[in-house]
């Protein structure tokens, strides 16, 4: 993540255009010529627009020398470009009343700029800026070089388990680039020359590989005449998008590990390989997360947090990608509980659910937590407007913005216990206990 947005405009956009989802979405879906998928929504409840670009880039797409290239320039094409000055990007849209912000996943980099409505031209503009202009220098790629390693070190060294997802995913995936998280490698970007950056962005950064997508109150036709001058001109890429070829070997058997962490309380965590995204499993185990650790009369918390105090925190979490995924269990331990003890615990509820249909009203109650759940998450005109390009990116079908929830409601008591018996299973995971510096536990 880039910055923190300002207080006034995320409100605005947070409360202002919260939009009934009793209705369908409408949207309508174009391309430009030279590949840029477009994707308009139009809601006139309030006179802002929301303006998305999601670039289908992600850690996964990099190099094996060449770690950080995806979340380097989720900051560097904030730097400016040949008609924006230095520094000059964000200020034109904080001017304008807006804000704008960037993040970065496994498998895409998404930007935004959240804007008065009428001045929907300055996002299109400074998108196409972005895509087409974007100012790449030595100036810019050394500062940014020092606004990663400072992001870096806040996040991930010195945040408490913050560490925690690196060395899951380097001991879950041995093959796929998955097995390196976006922040990377800061030796890889030390060493990179100014080519090597100008090379990743003229490879992804392509309208073929982009999806331009608008919500909020913009009148269609006009939107789409500014489009097209803004971004019509902008050629298309000539070389075929890298995408990963590595298809990751089944586990093989339990992998366990101790890791020293500046904490005071030990934790124990249990990751899962997991179907990749979409699937039928995929649901399912979106709906056993739900379960386990959906709020405070979830089993997790339940009986490790409240029951037998165990626990100070637990919970699961899905991590689904576009390749492959993993489903998620932890426990951070209350003082005095050994991460072995806690352990054990967990591997009971996680048992419970393998061997037992879950209750007909705790089933019903979940289902009912999803369903606000989805419409939550489409509830403002940048959720619709992000949620609109992760569908088209991957699943190939935006209009799941509608109908995705028929999708969670066709799974059954069954489809849970089955995925939690086929993937749960000690073969089939990574369990790591983080202690405090010098306090290793007598059986890891």
Do not use: C
């Not at 290239?69 to 807006?98: M, P, V, Y």
């Not at 100012?135 to 500062?143: A, C, L, P, Q, R």
């Amino acid at each position: 993540m880039k910055k923190t947005l300002l207080l006034g405009t995320a409100m605005l956009f947070g409360f202002s255009t919260l939009i009934a989802q009793s209705s369908k979405i409408q949207f309508e879906k174009y391309t430009l010529s030279n590949g840029l998928k477009v994707i308009l929504h139009q809601d006139k409840s309030a006179p802002v627009v929301a303006v998305t670009m999601l670039y289908h880039v992600g850690s996964k797409n990099e190099d094996t020398n060449r770690t950080g290239f995806a979340h380097f320039f989720e900051h560097l094409l904030f730097e400016g470009s040949q008609n924006i000055a230095r520094g000059q990007f964000d200020k034109l849209t904080s001017n304008a009343g807006g804000a704008n912000n960037a993040n970065t996943t496994q498998d895409r980099t998404f930007y935004y700029d959240l804007l008065p409505s009428n001045q929907l031209e300055l996002g299109l503009w400074l998108e196409s800026e972005r895509l087409m202009h974007a100012k790449i220098d030595d100036i810019g790629v050394n500062t940014q070089r020092e606004v990663v390693k400072e992001e870096k070190r806040q996040r991930v060294d010195n945040q408490p388990y913050g560490t925690l997802l690196e060395n899951v995913m380097k001991r879950a995936f041995k093959v796929h680039p998955y097995r390196w998280m976006p922040i990377g490698s800061m030796e890889h970007l030390n060493s990179a020359k100014l080519e090597h950056f100008i090379d990743f962005y003229k490879k992804f950064y392509v309208p073929n590989n982009a999806v331009l997508s608008i919500a909020g109150d913009l009148n269609i036709e006009e939107t789409k005449k500014l489009i097209e001058a803004y971004f019509g001109p902008i050629p298309r890429g000539t070389n075929p998008i890298p995408r990963p070829t590595e298809v990751e070997p089944p586990l093989g058997g339990e992998v366990r590990d101790v890791v020293e962490d500046n904490i005071q309380l030990p934790a124990v965590i249990q990751a899962y390989r997991a179907p990749k995204e979409g699937s039928k499993e995929y649901y399912a185990f979106n709906v056993l997360q739900t379960i386990l650790s959906g709020g405070e009369s979830s089993r997790m918390n339940k009986k490790l947090v409240d029951e037998k105090q165990m626990a100070l925190a637990a919970g699961a979490f899905p991590f689904f990608m576009e390749d492959a995924g993993l489903f998620i269990t932890f426990g951070i331990n209350n003082m005095g509980i050994q991460p072995e003890a806690l352990e054990k615990e967990i591997d009971q509820i996680i048992e419970s659910v393998k061997t037992q249909l879950v209750g007909e009203r705790e089933f019903q109650k979940v289902r009912n937590q999803i369903q606000a759940q989805f419409i939550t998450r489409n509830s403002t005109l940048a959720g619709i407007a992000e949620s609109l390009a992760n569908y088209e990116v991957y699943f190939g079908d935006a209009n799941l913005i509608n109908t995705e929830i028929e999708r969670y409601n066709q799974i059954t008591r069954q489809d849970l216990m089955d995925v939690a018996k086929k993937y749960l299973t000690k073969e089939n995971r990574v369990v790591l206990y983080y202690v405090p510096k010098g306090a290793k536990p007598s059986n890891p």
